[in-house]
Nanobody, 114 residues
């Protein structure tokens, strides 16, 4: 069992940046594949980026070149650096950990608007 707490969301203007953090506790962090998903009302939750236990990464086409996922196993924390944010990036962003089963954080709102 792992508990996940996201932070770092907020309101940002188009072209701006935010860094989301996901603090994990309750289970060895290095076991998990860590991912960020996002969801807007009326749509399915979509994968934004993921990072494997060994550091390999995967990104949705819509965020490639703008977002960077990383992890610090010593701090039990995953990050999502988001640059060149656009209004279409507005969503609730969820941290997820997967090892045998998937765990979710509570989500953090990101709003991109002028």
């Amino acid at each position: 069992q792992v508990q996940l707490v996201e932070s770092g969301g907020g309101l940002v203007q188009p072209g701006g940046s935010l860094r989301l953090s996901c603090a994990a506790s309750g289970s060895p962090f290095s076991l998990y594949v860590m991912s960020w998903y996002r969801q807007v009302p009326g749509k399915e939750r979509e994968l934004v980026a993921s990072i494997a236990q060994t550091g390999g990464t995967n990104y949705a086409d819509s965020v490639k070149g703008r977002f960077t996922i990383s992890r610090d196993n010593a701090k039990n924390t995953a990050y999502l650096q988001m640059n060149s944010l656009q209004p279409e990036d507005t969503a609730v962003y969820y941290c997820s950990a997967f090892f045998i089963r998937r765990f979710w954080g509570q989500g953090t709102q990101v709003t991109v608007s002028s």
